[in-house]
């Protein structure tokens, strides 16, 4: 059973264009939100991250927006760059334990 | 610092066959937890470990196992090998289980 659910599958951009990743959650008892960037051939390594209490986080090009009521988080990437083409995860930590579940990817490509 | 390391890189083994994957952590991280990663699951979270004790494990079945030694490396076994476990096995440490998560490069195993 999925408890957290990414969209979309895949996403095209222009250069210079924002990139938006979704992802809702199901179970209230998650306390920390990562998002993960992967590269063909290498593990995810941590993009940004957020924790409930927050709703919005920035970190470079790289955002966050945090909904607590509704349950969804979403990534946006600013002035996306061709080196920004990769698969990325979004994922949540269950509360007081050390299991994360992860979102099923979006795989990015940003047209130069 | 260096980084997770995982061995073998690659494997292929035959159905019914068992196969043991090595992870070895950051240097002073003590927690190791293990995913799969298939196209279209994502990753899903097998077991986590901390000071040779698994604390967290995933919805997998019994032929997935893991250990850790009492120098934080951690391995994981595979028994009686089905198709469906062919995937990427990535794993990851921390320093003690929920903060950030550097991942390894992944094993990635063909069952035959």
């Known amino acids: 059973q999925q408890q957290v659910k990414q969209s979309p599958q895949s996403l095209i951009v222009q250069k210079g264009g924002i990139s938006i990743i979704n992802c809702a959650y199901e179970n209230t008892a998650f306390d920390y939100f990562p998002w993960y960037q992967q590269f063909p051939g290498k593990g995810p390594a941590l993009l940004i991250a957020?924790?409930?209490?927050?709703s919005e986080k920035k970190e470079g090009r790289f955002t966050i927006s945090f909904n607590k009521s509704a349950k969804q988080f979403s990534l946006h990437i600013m002035d996306s760059q061709p080196g920004d083409s990769a698969t990325y995860f979004c994922a949540a930590l269950y509360s007081g334990t050390y299991k994360y579940i992860f979102g099923t990817g979006t795989r990015l490509k940003v047209l130069a | 610092k260096a980084g997770v390391t995982q061995t073998p890189r690659y494997l292929i083994k035959t159905r019914g066959q068992q196969v043991t994957l090595s992870c070895s952590p950051i240097?002073?991280?003590?927690?190791v937890s293990w995913y799969q990663q298939t196209p279209g699951q994502g990753l899903q979270f097998l077991f986590e470990y901390f000071s040779e004790t698994q604390r967290n494990k995933g919805n997998f079945p019994g032929r997935f196992s893991g250990r850790q030694f009492s120098n934080s490396r951690s391995e994981m076994n595979v028994s009686t090998l089905e198709l469906g476990d062919s995937a990427l096995y990535l794993c990851?440490?921390?320093?003690?289980?929920?903060?950030?998560?550097?991942f390894g490069p992944g094993t990635r195993l063909l069952v035959l």
């Open positions: 990851a440490s921390s320093l003690a289980g929920r903060e950030t998560q550097y």
């Open positions: 240097s002073g991280h003590r927690s």
């Open positions: 957020i924790r409930p209490d927050v």
